[in-house]
């Protein structure tokens, strides 16, 4: 096992949770970074270092574009700077806050039936295709969507372009300069977002149904007629390079860089998102506009809609949205990656405690085994409290506050992460526990009746954390647009985790838990803490 040492900061910082689920698990982590379990109640201090979307089977996803579906969810970058945490925050008109806090107790009642809902595949006259769930119990409109790219497409020397585009999109549009689209956006009632992934740009847009069409056309400027105009650009970009300087000091960011280059390498996964002080100040409006007409093409668009609106109107608003867009998209290559596994990666930093990241091989969504990974990883650390980590680390020996497991995947790399935090003095005492857990998985597997609780576990909450509000069923809906697994996926679901038997989970458990992980070690040196 090869070993690399890198000094950092006397700082940690608390991670932040990245939203984005499509079905079966909940989270997406985009970056190495610190990740907080919140959507199941068991937030730690670990930093699951990652790059590549969390996708596994952890109920309760976010959106990076999308809530869990059952692939994997939230997109957006963990531990690493996005525009998302630097711009000002989403504006949502006060009306709509009103309404929603308002309607709020008559949505909760319909959540059982929304296992049942009715899923139709909507294609408009120029070919743009979208799921709509018709929903008419509160008159809002939620809309989901992608473009495959991501943050991969930025050009060399240009790393962070697709992230300060993303800021960009309610900056000015048409004929409205940045002022003016937020006013109307206010006055609308609408509340509208866009993130840059590693694999796709996703964008949200959250509307009365009254105030639609006003809504659906101020949509329709920013993403086929954004201005970039110079002073927004300089604007947001001093506020991305506010961050980056920051992270420059934080131990975590550059723990973070170090465990991606560990892992890929030169891959366009190892680099920043957010970008670099030099990359930044390279970007000029015309980059911009020529990133968009290479991304924002109909034939690498995906979209959900649910809410207060037919598929006939439907129709007409995605040609009025996107029909005015190129039909192809002009995207760079990437190549697949497998994360460089068999070797530890050390960041040293004088604090108390020492977080502890390891990284295995993981699965394909559309794999054979994946509900088999997918069963055994809920056994192994994805269950909150009853997992074998769980019971191991933090039950029998009061290791650590939190310890999981996550099975990880992007469109062109998948791993299986465990990731905990403990005392600096108890660090090597910790690594040794986990490994010997994984150990005893890989060679022995689950027992029968941790199976069958764990698939009555899975079953049973997917409508509670994937389809509890409109945001959430359309973010679902995109996922599984995104994972190509069809409109009847949902009716299919039980049947195909009800199948999956004992013997293919222990399979799979020796199949990814066999190999020497990649260790990352984050804190003091051969956790020697200085006494506070």
Not at 111 to 138: H, N, P
Not at 189 to 197: D, H, I, N, T
Not at 403 to 418: E, R, Y
Not at 500 to 527: F, N, R, Y
Request: net charge negative.
């Amino acid at each position: 096992m090869t070993s690399l040492s890198v000094c950092a900061a006397p700082h940690l910082p608390a991670g932040t949770l990245s939203p984005y689920s499509d079905g079966e698990s909940g989270a997406v982590i985009d970056g190495f970074a610190n990740h907080q379990r919140s959507e199941e109640g068991r937030g730690h201090c670990g930093q699951p270092l990652l790059p590549v979307t969390i996708r596994g089977e952890v109920p309760g996803r976010a959106m990076r574009g999308g809530a869990d579906s059952d692939s994997y969810s939230s997109r957006k970058s963990v531990g690493s700077y996005h525009l998302s945490e630097a711009i000002a925050p989403k504006r949502i008109a006060i009306p709509l806050v009103i309404l929603l806090l308002s309607l709020v107790f008559l949505v909760l009642p319909a959540l059982s039936a929304r296992a049942a809902m009715s899923i139709q595949e909507v294609t408009s006259s120029k070919g743009i295709t979208a799921w709509l769930v018709e929903d008419y119990s509160v008159p809002l409109v939620a809309i989901r969507f992608a473009f495959d790219g991501g943050t991969t497409q930025d050009p060399a020397g240009k790393v962070g372009l697709a992230n300060l585009m993303s800021g960009l999109f309610d900056e000015g549009a048409g004929n409205l300069d940045s002022e003016s689209f937020q006013i109307k956006l206010d006055d609308v009632g609408a509340e509208m977002s866009f993130e840059a992934a590693r694999d796709g740009i996703y964008g949200s847009m959250r509307m009365l149904a009254e105030q639609r069409d006003a809504a659906f056309d101020l949509l329709r400027l920013a993403v086929t007629e954004p201005r970039f105009d110079q002073a927004p650009i300089d604007r947001i970009r001093a506020q991305v390079l506010s961050g980056i300087i920051a992270n420059e000091l934080d131990p975590d960011t550059l723990a973070q860089r170090k465990w991606l280059e560990a892992l890929y390498g030169t891959h366009p996964y190892a680099r920043p998102e957010e970008g670099t002080r030099q990359s930044i100040a390279t970007i000029t409006p015309d980059d911009l506009i020529a990133f968009h007409k290479a991304n924002f093409a109909r034939d690498g668009l995906h979209v959900a809609v649910v809410g207060a609106i037919d598929a006939e109107t439907l129709k007409k608003k995605l040609d009025m949205v996107f029909g005015g867009l190129p039909q192809h998209q002009a995207l760079a290559p990437v190549a697949d990656v497998d994360p460089k596994l068999n070797q530890q990666l050390e960041v040293n930093y004088d604090q108390p405690q020492t977080s502890l990241q390891l990284a295995y091989p993981g699965v394909e969504r559309r794999a054979p085994d994946f509900f088999a990974a997918v069963l055994m990883n809920e056994i192994l650390g994805g269950s909150a409290f009853t997992s074998r980590l769980f019971e191991e680390v933090r039950e029998k020996r009061g290791l650590a506050y939190s310890v999981s497991s996550d099975l990880v995947d992007h469109q062109h790399a998948n791993a299986l992460a465990i990731t905990t935090a403990t005392r600096a003095d108890r660090a090597a005492e910790t690594l040794a526990v986990v490994r010997e857990v994984v150990k005893r998985m890989a060679q022995e597997g689950p027992t029968e009746a941790e199976l069958a609780a764990t698939k009555k576990y899975l079953i049973g909450a997917y409508a509670i954390n994937n389809l509890n509000s409109s945001g959430a069923i359309a973010a679902t809906l995109l996922e599984l647009q995104l994972d190509k697994l069809g409109s009847d996926y949902m009716q299919r679901r039980a049947a195909l985790i009800d199948a999956v038997t004992l013997d293919q989970v222990k399979a799979a458990a020796k199949k990814l838990l066999s190999a020497e992980p990649a260790i990352m070690v984050v804190g003091p040196k051969h956790g020697e803490a200085k006494e506070e």
